[in-house]
């Protein structure tokens, strides 16, 4: 499959109900116009474990990634309105990086307390698994969807790579039409 | 304000499905006194339906058939099976594909009607001739860029076909990328030009003009300034109080009587009811896919491998949306996510040339129709990191700084690469699921690897600090569905005449991309607007004469 096919088939690969996206955008709204937002689907501890791997994906020491986004509370959403078919598939995903996780650092006791480079370690144990596929996909939903879904809080995602969701965009876009009207 | 008809009013015309194709062929029936229902089989939006959110509209596919209900299955060869994947992509809603396409909007040229003549055959391929000449379309594809609103520059490309008008509106705002295209382009001495676009870039006929938004492939227009079948001609129909637009209303079969003649069709209505709508003749507009199942759905005594099939050709010689891309990355922001995908273009490599050695050829634009979050799952080069710091930077660098090339290439006909119903897989409905059987022609990927080439070399000519690019592989999954029930004057090797009339039937017409003989450069909407002008026009004057 060449890109461009494989552009087409991810972007239909996950066909769903519009009234499903209707129940997660309700959902998010609720949630949002709370202070504070809640997990729904998520235990604590399962979010807390997740949002380490999430936060090695799109990382915070430069400036505010995956954790400061909350891309955890869009998976939190994603799971519990047009992706709940997924749900398994996050709980055998995380057994499996918890036995992973064992294996290589015996005496760890979560994802969440491994230090920078066993993350990394860990990480790179598992990036070809299905489950971190499914993980980095939501991740990156969640960082770079609407705010409506949970995350891209504060438009933390927008704002780092540089994107506006605008009603109306005047030419010149950039440098080089710019330069071209001189 | 638009009229209802009971099923049991025999109707002039049933028309199934209200894209590029069905949209302009209601318009024109209805506008010439005819009674007309249209049978769409998604929901009729409005532009209040129409938001920018990346995960529901391009994620989720929301505008496009759900593979959930409607399960596809594909094989390379005919001694296969089939297995169940995403085969096939089409607008599902009023207004079809038009709601959520790109709008690239080209004209074919001269040559695409007669390749045959000039190129000669291709051993493996059937190159044939279209029973219809440019010159016989072009007073049609001046009607749609009028009434749908076009927007471009008239005689800026040496390669356009004659053409009796010039656009109705001027080219769209040229971006970043489009201007760093052009002057690669002229540096190697070739010939860029404004995209005609199928997006107002002024106000027209009481629709708005572009905002710019950037949010087009994959979502509707929230102005009503992409020319949409639904922004359009929908319209027009509805008002002239003689065409009912009937939403989410699935065909499952085309009925035929002891004489042979259509009598209706046969859909699931929203709650899953069956309905049977009369008529005195139905267009089948559905699409190059779903148009051949539907005919192979159809089967009676009388047709017994499917309606308007005795030769065995519909569904069969499948032409599929072929290209390839390549991708730069520049010094300073091009910002080319705001503004309509496209703005310049070239077809300096349109046409065939015997001196590379294999046949057909493609047009080359300049774009970006990445979103935030497909540009991170699938826009940043192979040598990117999938995650960490090095992810993180790289979005944050490539997302503004980058363009694509996008090479729309030609598709050989090829017998055994069709649409057929599978043997095993049903729909939500029931019905047989859609079956694609593709396998590239050998010159399909020639040319794009041509191509390609030829756009690394311009990115160079750009100043380009990174260039990427695709490998040219076989295609499993497709848009611009086209050929599967192609035009011709033999009823052996084609299932519409030139008239877009089945050879087999008499009061049934066929009439989208599946009329299609060859597959141009890709773009193929334009085409199936002008020949649905054409084709109404013959239905007009046939109905008149008492001869449908």
Redesign the interface.
């Known amino acids: 499959m060449n890109s461009t096919s494989r552009r087409r088939f991810l972007e239909v690969a996950l066909a769903a109900q519009a009234a499903e996206i209707a129940v997660a955008h309700q959902h998010a709204r609720t949630a949002a116009s709370s202070r504070t937002p809640v997990l729904v689907m998520l235990g604590a501890a399962e979010a807390r474990e997740l949002e380490a791997l999430a936060s090695q994906i799109i990382p915070s020491a430069s400036s505010p990634g995956a954790r400061e986004a909350g891309v955890i509370y869009f998976i939190d959403k994603a799971l519990e309105t047009f992706d709940r078919e997924k749900r398994e598939a996050y709980r055998r995903g995380l057994e499996a990086a918890q036995v992973k996780r064992r294996e290589l650092f015996p005496a760890s006791e979560s994802i969440a307390a491994l230090d920078g480079g066993q993350h990394i370690a860990l990480l790179r144990a598992i990036e070809s698994t299905e489950f971190f596929g499914l993980l980095r996909t939501h991740t990156v939903m969640g960082f770079l969807g609407n705010p409506e879904y949970g995350g891209n809080r504060d438009l933390i995602g927008w704002k780092l790579i540089g994107f506006e969701d605008a009603a109306r965009f005047e030419p010149p876009f950039g440098y080089y039409d710019r330069e071209e009207r001189r | 304000m638009s009229v209802r008809f009971r099923p049991s009013d025999t109707v002039d015309f049933v028309v199934i499905g209200s894209g590029a194709a069905g949209g302009v062929v209601a318009k024109e029936l209805s506008s010439a006194g005819l009674r007309v229902v249209v049978l769409e089989q998604g929901p009729h939006l409005r532009e209040k339906d129409f938001t920018?959110?990346?995960?529901?509209f391009?994620?989720?596919?929301?505008l496009?058939?759900?593979?959930?209900r409607q399960p596809n299955t594909f094989r390379k060869t005919e001694a296969e099976k089939a297995v169940r994947q995403?085969a096939v992509?089409y607008g599902r809603q009023v207004g079809g594909g038009t709601v959520h396409f790109t709008a690239n909007f080209w004209r074919l040229h001269e040559v695409d009607f007669e390749e045959r003549t000039r190129w000669g055959s291709v051993p493996g391929a059937s190159l044939d001739d279209w029973p219809i000449r440019y010159a016989e379309l072009e007073p049609y594809y001046t009607k749609v860029e009028q009434e749908f609103g076009v927007s471009g520059l008239a005689g800026a490309s040496p390669f356009d076909p004659p053409r009796s008008q010039p656009y109705p509106l001027p080219p769209l705002?040229?971006?970043?990328?489009?201007?760093?295209f052009e002057r690669a382009a002229r540096k190697l001495g070739l010939h860029p030009y404004p995209a005609p676009m199928a997006i107002l870039s002024k106000p027209y006929r009481g629709r708005g003009a572009c905002?710019?938004?950037?949010y087009c492939k994959?979502f509707g227009c929230e102005v009503r300034a992409k020319s949409s079948s639904l922004a359009s001609v929908i319209p027009m129909a509805e008002r002239t109080g003689r065409c009912e637009i009937r939403a989410e209303s699935y065909v499952r079969k085309i009925e035929v009587n002891a004489q042979g003649r259509v009598t209706g069709a046969v859909y699931f209505d929203s709650r899953g009811k069956e309905v049977f709508q009369k008529a005195r003749a139905v267009v089948v507009c559905a699409n190059g896919a779903e148009t051949p199942r539907l005919l192979l759905l159809s089967k009676s005594s009388r047709f017994p491998n499917g309606l308007a099939n005795s030769n065995g050709v519909a569904g069969k010689y499948f032409l599929a949306d072929t290209?390839?891309?390549a991708h730069g990355l520049?010094e300073?922001?091009?910002?080319?996510?705001?503004?309509v995908h496209v703005s310049r273009l070239i077809h300096d490599y349109y046409d065939s040339d015997a001196k590379r050695g294999f046949f057909g050829g493609g047009g080359i634009d300049a774009r970006f129709d990445w979103y935030?979050?497909?540009?991170?799952?699938?826009g940043l080069p192979k040598d990117v990191p999938?995650?960490?710091?090095g992810?993180?930077?790289a979005?944050?660098r490539y997302?503004?700084r980058s363009m694509t090339l996008?090479a729309h290439t030609s598709c050989l006909s090829v017998e055994s690469n069709s649409i057929s119903l599978d043997p095993e897989l049903k729909d939500s409905w029931g019905l047989p699921a859609l079956r694609l059987t593709f396998k590239n022609h050998p010159d399909d990927l020639n040319v794009q690897r041509f191509l390609r080439d030829r756009m690394v070399e311009i990115l160079e000519a750009a100043g380009a600090q990174k260039i990427w690019a695709?490998?040219?592989?076989d295609?499993?999954?497709?848009?611009h569905l086209m050929g599967s029930c192609r035009m011709g004057n033999d009823p052996r090797t084609s299932v519409v005449n030139g008239n877009h009339r089945a050879h087999d039937v008499p009061n049934l017409f066929l009439v989208d991309g599946s009329s299609f003989v060859t597959s141009g450069r890709q773009q193929p909407t334009c085409t199936i607007a002008a020949l649905a002008y054409r084709a109404a026009e013959f239905m007009v004057q046939a109905s008149r004469k008492g001869e449908v």
Request: proline fraction near 6%.
């Open positions: 920018h959110d990346e995960i529901k391009f994620h989720r596919g929301v496009v058939n759900d593979l959930k995403p992509m705002p040229v971006k970043s990328g489009g201007v760093l905002t710019q938004c950037g994959h290209g390839i891309e520049f300073h922001p091009l910002n080319d996510y705001k503004g935030p979050i497909n540009f991170a799952l699938d999938r995650w960490g710091e992810f993180k930077s979005l944050a997302f503004t996008l695709d490998d040219a592989e295609l499993v999954y497709t848009g």
